[in-house]
């Protein structure tokens, strides 16, 4: 009788430990003396263990290793299949079988071929292609977004971002599984911050001074000269018009407040112009009023305030766009210690100097170095001096701040602060950050020396994002510091230029005023996150009724499941229909993830999804049409699976498992929870009249 296993393992255990080879076959001898090895002998891993410590076949005085050796070695017939014990066992099966049984033996087996896996690739800003996504670490992504300048109302320009990267970050998390790690900045410290805040500022103590009517026609007046300068010297057309529309609108609101005090008009009605001319010329009033008064607003909180109201305004924002908080959130405000300790090392490893109390970055130390390039993303731009001065902000390009600098493509890593400028402690002296070494210390804090993926609008590649990379490699000495630079695309208004400055743009409140949320991520999916997208009414009338045509079909699905059915009628027989609706259903599946793969197309995605809904609904008409009830499975998968899907893109919020949730404008009210109750009960109802009536027709 054979050893039993437990036994086996530990004589094996003694004989393995036998280092002498004469004493380990002499051990050996022994022990299989006292068990069979031929009439159905299965061998265990014990027995290829010492099997394998033979440098060749035993001397023929140890007969029962002999016999042992060459059964063996009949099994695995020789081959070099020796070292592996599971092809050992499966030949010795395969014998062992043929053997007991006498004429049969399994046939070989071969893995299917499969097929090649698609793999995700986004267009990468740092190599203007498409490349596979592959992050640095297994399933982990570090990822930094570039989030607001707090100054004023969220727009639908943020959306176009903040809804793009929403979308990508879900699709990468949810549909990818991969372990996002997300963070974004609140830029709360800035030129166009600091002059919006002395402007406000400054503006609401002139209107509590409450000047006379003929003290506000003087110093409108006044600051219409200053503007007209300002006008004369404005190239831009865009921003040219919209400077002379506020020039036409003070002028429409001068004439009635003049001509009412030189008429000497009831007080109410000079009272009525007077406030009228004041609302009209506060931009004229509030940027003449600046020049004259700016550098004396010193108090370093009333920078404070503005940004923090606005950041909350941002948050209240995407939070009713249904955009995901950030896993971290950072802002320049409370950053300042490590942006100093960021611009120093800049310097320290050569590639910024100090002038005047300000510290540059040097774009041509850093440029002419072997192992940096600048201006990675958009090389064509340097020089582009326009784009520089933007950059460094209207308050950092006077004569004097040129003057400072080594070459014109240089840029501010820390700005010495002048009188009605807030301002920190620094190695240099009083100052503030400058506008791309923010990002740098905050990402740099948090995500290290490299990131996976960095994002932004497009209009922030240059200078902004080169700025950035710049810096950071010459702070890590390193040329990867961001591995995949996504930007999203420009958004238009009807065709027009959407910008803050020109006063064209609409507000994401208002733009939610006339829309749903859900209807304004869908207009996004319906198109690439990194193309120019226009916001018009026909953009809007597509989301609509893309959404209206998604309902019906869940709201159809969700009927025919209500009817009433036993635990085994909702298993049906398929016929050749359901087999060919669950091969489209497939079809549609492998389509929607090769659109996803190709970097992140949503567009075709939901053209996919369109076109599944409507072979659905086909399949449906002609089930009802030929008075059978359609498959309920086959269809609730379908749908579940739709559903699931406009959950990942962010345009579901409930729990529900299919549809969207039935709940008017607020979104978190779920009135078809509520009513389903009583559906079910008319439904069994309706049901139950129906089998009466058959019954009854057949008797």
Same mark, same amino acid.
């Given at each position: 009788m054979a050893a039993a296993p437990a036994e086996q393992a530990s004589s094996y255990s003694f004989i393995l430990s036998i280092s002498e080879e004469e004493a380990r076959v002499k051990a050996l001898n022994e022990?299989?003396?006292t068990r069979s090895y031929i009439q159905g002998f299965t061998f265990s891993?014990?027995?290829? #263990?010492? $099997? /394998?410590k033979f440098s060749g076949p035993p001397v023929d005085q140890y007969f029962h290793v002999v016999r042992w050796y060459r059964h063996i070695e009949a099994i695995y017939d020789g081959s070099s299949e020796k070292n592996d014990p599971c092809k050992l066992q499966t030949k010795q099966q395969l014998k062992s079988d043929s053997t007991s049984k006498g004429k049969r033996v399994q046939p070989p087996w071969s893995p299917p071929e499969g097929t090649k896996h698609s793999r995700l690739c986004l267009y990468n800003s740092l190599t203007r292609n498409k490349e596979i996504f592959q992050p640095q670490n297994g399933k982990k992504v570090t990822w930094y977004c570039c989030g607001p300048t707090v100054y004023d109302a969220s727009h639908m320009g943020h +959306?176009?971002?903040?809804? %793009? @990267?929403?979308?990508?970050?879900?699709i990468l998390r949810d549909y990818f599984k991969f372990d996002v790690f997300y963070c974004m900045n609140i830029t709360d410290i800035d030129d166009k911050i600091i002059k919006r805040t002395r402007q406000n500022y400054l503006f609401e103590q002139y209107r509590k001074n409450k000047s006379t009517p003929a003290q506000l026609l003087e110093d409108v007046k006044t600051a219409s000269e200053l503007f007209s300068v300002k006008l004369s010297e404005t190239t831009d057309p865009d921003k040219r018009q919209m400077l002379e529309k506020i020039q036409n609108a003070v002028k429409s609101a001068f004439d009635p407040l003049q001509e009412a005090v030189q008429a000497k008009l009831p007080a109410e009605e000079i009272s009525r112009c007077h406030e009228i001319l004041l609302e009209e010329a506060k931009d004229l009033l509030s940027d003449w009023l600046d020049s004259k008064f700016g550098s004396q607003v010193t108090d370093n909180s009333i920078f404070s305030e503005l940004p923090k109201f606005w950041e909350g305004e941002f948050h209240k924002d995407m939070e009713a766009l249904n955009v995901l908080p950030p896993d971290v959130l950072t802002r320049v405000s409370e950053y300042v210690p490590e942006i100093v300790a960021f611009v120093k090392k800049i310097v320290d490893n050569g590639y910024g100097y100090v002038s005047n109390g300000s510290v540059y970055f040097d774009t041509v130390k850093f440029g002419s170095s072997e192992k940096h390039s600048y201006a990675k993303l958009v090389p064509e731009a340097v020089g582009d001096q326009k784009a520089l001065q933007e950059g460094e902000g209207d308050l950092s390009i006077s004569a004097d701040?040129?003057? #400072?600098?080594? %070459?014109? =493509?240089? @840029?501010a890593l820390w700005k010495s602060s002048k009188p009605g400028e807030p301002s920190w402690d620094s190695p240099w002296g009083k100052g503030r950050p400058g506008w791309h070494i923010e990002c740098s210390a905050m990402a740099g804090s948090i995500l290290g020396e490299s990131m996976d993926i960095h994002g932004g609008g497009f209009d922030l590649r240059f200078p902004h994002h080169d700025n950035e990379l710049a810096q950071s490699e010459a702070y890590f000495e390193n040329d990867n510091w961001v591995r995949y630079f996504l930007h999203t695309g420009h958004l238009t208004i009807a065709g027009c230029k959407m910008s803050k400055s020109l006063k064209n743009f609409i507000t994401i409140k208002d733009a939610l005023q006339k829309h749903t949320a859900r209807q304004l991520r869908l207009a996004f999916l319906m198109h690439s996150w990194k193309d120019t997208l226009d916001y018009s009414s026909n953009t809007m009338e597509s989301a609509i009724q893309y959404e209206k045509f998604m309902n019906e079909f869940f709201l159809n699905v969700k009927d025919i499941l209500r009817a009433p059915t036993d635990v085994t009628g909702q298993f049906q027989k398929w016929e050749n229909q359901e087999a060919e609706l669950n091969k489209n259903f497939y079809d549609k599946k492998a389509a929607i993830h090769e +659109?996803?793969?190709? =970097?992140?197309?949503t567009r075709s995605v939901l053209e996919e999804m369109r076109s599944l809904v409507s072979q659905s609904n086909s399949y449906i008409a002609a089930k009802k049409s030929a008075r059978q009830m359609p498959n309920r499975l086959l269809l609730e998968n379908i749908s579940c699976y739709l559903t699931q899907m406009l959950k990942i893109f962010g345009a579901i919020e409930s729990d529900d498992a299919i549809g969207f949730p039935v709940g008017g404008n607020n979104q978190n009210i779920n009135i078809e929870s509520t009513v389903m109750p009583y559906l079910?009960?008319? %439904?069994? $109802? /309706? #049901?139950g009249v129906r089998q009466i009536a058959r019954e009854k027709k057949s008797n």
């Amino acid at each position: 009788m054979a050893a039993a296993p437990a036994e086996q393992a530990s004589s094996y255990s003694f004989i393995l430990s036998i280092s002498e080879e004469e004493a380990r076959v002499k051990a050996l001898n022994e022990y299989l003396s006292t068990r069979s090895y031929i009439q159905g002998f299965t061998f265990s891993h014990a027995d290829v #263990e010492v $099997f /394998r410590k033979f440098s060749g076949p035993p001397v023929d005085q140890y007969f029962h290793v002999v016999r042992w050796y060459r059964h063996i070695e009949a099994i695995y017939d020789g081959s070099s299949e020796k070292n592996d014990p599971c092809k050992l066992q499966t030949k010795q099966q395969l014998k062992s079988d043929s053997t007991s049984k006498g004429k049969r033996v399994q046939p070989p087996w071969s893995p299917p071929e499969g097929t090649k896996h698609s793999r995700l690739c986004l267009y990468n800003s740092l190599t203007r292609n498409k490349e596979i996504f592959q992050p640095q670490n297994g399933k982990k992504v570090t990822w930094y977004c570039c989030g607001p300048t707090v100054y004023d109302a969220s727009h639908m320009g943020h +959306a176009r971002s903040y809804i %793009s @990267f929403d979308i990508l970050r879900r699709i990468l998390r949810d549909y990818f599984k991969f372990d996002v790690f997300y963070c974004m900045n609140i830029t709360d410290i800035d030129d166009k911050i600091i002059k919006r805040t002395r402007q406000n500022y400054l503006f609401e103590q002139y209107r509590k001074n409450k000047s006379t009517p003929a003290q506000l026609l003087e110093d409108v007046k006044t600051a219409s000269e200053l503007f007209s300068v300002k006008l004369s010297e404005t190239t831009d057309p865009d921003k040219r018009q919209m400077l002379e529309k506020i020039q036409n609108a003070v002028k429409s609101a001068f004439d009635p407040l003049q001509e009412a005090v030189q008429a000497k008009l009831p007080a109410e009605e000079i009272s009525r112009c007077h406030e009228i001319l004041l609302e009209e010329a506060k931009d004229l009033l509030s940027d003449w009023l600046d020049s004259k008064f700016g550098s004396q607003v010193t108090d370093n909180s009333i920078f404070s305030e503005l940004p923090k109201f606005w950041e909350g305004e941002f948050h209240k924002d995407m939070e009713a766009l249904n955009v995901l908080p950030p896993d971290v959130l950072t802002r320049v405000s409370e950053y300042v210690p490590e942006i100093v300790a960021f611009v120093k090392k800049i310097v320290d490893n050569g590639y910024g100097y100090v002038s005047n109390g300000s510290v540059y970055f040097d774009t041509v130390k850093f440029g002419s170095s072997e192992k940096h390039s600048y201006a990675k993303l958009v090389p064509e731009a340097v020089g582009d001096q326009k784009a520089l001065q933007e950059g460094e902000g209207d308050l950092s390009i006077s004569a004097d701040r040129l003057c #400072e600098k080594h %070459s014109p =493509n240089d @840029f501010a890593l820390w700005k010495s602060s002048k009188p009605g400028e807030p301002s920190w402690d620094s190695p240099w002296g009083k100052g503030r950050p400058g506008w791309h070494i923010e990002c740098s210390a905050m990402a740099g804090s948090i995500l290290g020396e490299s990131m996976d993926i960095h994002g932004g609008g497009f209009d922030l590649r240059f200078p902004h994002h080169d700025n950035e990379l710049a810096q950071s490699e010459a702070y890590f000495e390193n040329d990867n510091w961001v591995r995949y630079f996504l930007h999203t695309g420009h958004l238009t208004i009807a065709g027009c230029k959407m910008s803050k400055s020109l006063k064209n743009f609409i507000t994401i409140k208002d733009a939610l005023q006339k829309h749903t949320a859900r209807q304004l991520r869908l207009a996004f999916l319906m198109h690439s996150w990194k193309d120019t997208l226009d916001y018009s009414s026909n953009t809007m009338e597509s989301a609509i009724q893309y959404e209206k045509f998604m309902n019906e079909f869940f709201l159809n699905v969700k009927d025919i499941l209500r009817a009433p059915t036993d635990v085994t009628g909702q298993f049906q027989k398929w016929e050749n229909q359901e087999a060919e609706l669950n091969k489209n259903f497939y079809d549609k599946k492998a389509a929607i993830h090769e +659109a996803l793969c190709d =970097n992140v197309d949503t567009r075709s995605v939901l053209e996919e999804m369109r076109s599944l809904v409507s072979q659905s609904n086909s399949y449906i008409a002609a089930k009802k049409s030929a008075r059978q009830m359609p498959n309920r499975l086959l269809l609730e998968n379908i749908s579940c699976y739709l559903t699931q899907m406009l959950k990942i893109f962010g345009a579901i919020e409930s729990d529900d498992a299919i549809g969207f949730p039935v709940g008017g404008n607020n979104q978190n009210i779920n009135i078809e929870s509520t009513v389903m109750p009583y559906l079910q009960v008319l %439904s069994e $109802f /309706r #049901e139950g009249v129906r089998q009466i009536a058959r019954e009854k027709k057949s008797n």
